[in-house]
């Protein structure tokens, strides 16, 4: 079958012909997996029980197919991006309308899922900003009613992206790094999920052609370094992820680092609370999918993020501009 790959970064050396979900290699990477997305690049969702439903409720995002228009309203999206915090992701939401000189720039950007008011979803243009909250149940929750919105929406081979921060390992603080896999707890590239009262090991791997393209349009000219490197997601902020300075401790220093020195072994560049179950679903959905994190102090340096709100607020962008900048490429190669 023919190769249905975008072409952002056109001809540059050295990076993966072909996505994962390519329908021309679906079937050597993915032996006896029905290939999830139609003819036209629109997602088919792998559950038959969805037909029984006259009304799908996206309960999260306070949306459903009765009473929306859903292919008007988002059939047009090409890229999913998400982030943390509702503030982070409106943020990101006008930097969008200004670096793709959307009509809209500058004005008031409305929140589409105000009747939920768990998440805050905002979309400019071909972009479709949410904020996701903390840790794997939160993010899941909105990623699966987010995979189902785009496929009623019948958008077409959207691009997924997560917009992050997150404790870097033997890195400056204030870097950016690119994730190619995710790990647990466990240090496991797989994320762990109970179904049925038995736990699913689905790989956490992420699209490597899509990675290498994102990192790619890095600059010498940036103020910060970008890394591609594995990226551990732990379930807990403090002795999840090694710290010492949580209310509980029972390990030594000398404990967490050399936990620490295994991640790194393993080449794990970042821990975060996200990445083995976004790349894990959206892998299972076919959907390209990107993490771009910065990090906001060096693990192997101390446990406490104690930046300024400026600089943090500052570092914030830095993912935003690197996803921003693939984003912009692929908008200027459609003009051209
Ligand atoms: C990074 O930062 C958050 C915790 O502070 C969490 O969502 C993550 O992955
Ligand atoms: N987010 C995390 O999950 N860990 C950090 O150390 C910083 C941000």
Request: charged content about 25%.
């Amino acid at each position: 079958m023919k190769c249905d790959c975008d072409r952002i970064t056109v001809n540059k050396g050295g990076i993966k012909e072909h996505y994962d979900n390519c329908r021309s290699t679906w079937n050597e990477l993915h032996p006896g997996k029905p290939f999830p997305k139609n003819a036209d690049g629109t997602i088919k969702l792998l559950n038959n029980h969805l037909q029984e439903l006259d009304v799908d409720v996206l309960y999260h995002l306070g949306l459903d197919t009765h009473n929306y228009d859903l292919p008007a309203m988002f059939g047009d999206v090409k890229f999913v991006c998400m982030g943390g915090t509702k503030h982070r992701m409106r943020e990101f939401a006008h930097y969008m309308t200004e670096l793709l000189d959307l009509p809209n720039k500058g004005d008031k950007i409305v929140n589409l899922t105000k009747h939920s008011q768990r998440y805050a979803m905002y979309k400019v243009g071909p972009v479709l900003s949410i904020s996701h909250g903390i840790g794997i149940p939160s993010m899941t929750t909105l990623l699966q009613e987010v995979i189902k919105l785009m496929a009623y929406a019948k958008a077409k081979d959207p691009i997924f992206f997560r917009v992050g921060t997150c404790g870097g390992l033997n890195i400056p603080a204030g870097s950016v790094v690119v994730s190619a896999f995710g790990v647990n707890g466990n240090l496991e590239k797989t994320y762990d999920v109970p179904v049925l009262g038995k736990t699913r090991r689905l790989p956490a791997i992420l699209d490597r052609r899509l990675y290498e393209e994102v990192h790619s349009l890095s600059s010498d000219a940036d103020q910060f370094g970008t890394y591609i490197g594995g990226t551990m997601a732990a379930d807990d902020f403090y002795r999840g992820q090694a710290r010492l300075d949580g209310p509980f401790c029972d390990y030594s220093e000398s404990d967490k680092m050399s936990f620490l020195k295994s991640l790194t072994n393993l080449g794990v560049r970042n821990i975060e609370m996200e990445a083995t179950a976004f790349s894990a679903f959206t892998r299972e959905a076919g959907i390209r999918a990107s993490i771009v994190c910065v990090t906001f102090l060096d693990r192997l340096q101390g446990d406490q993020v104690t930046h300024s709100k400026t600089v943090l607020t500052e570092w914030q962008k830095r993912p935003m501009i690197v996803v921003g900048r693939y984003i912009a490429k692929y908008c200027e190669n459609l003009k051209a």
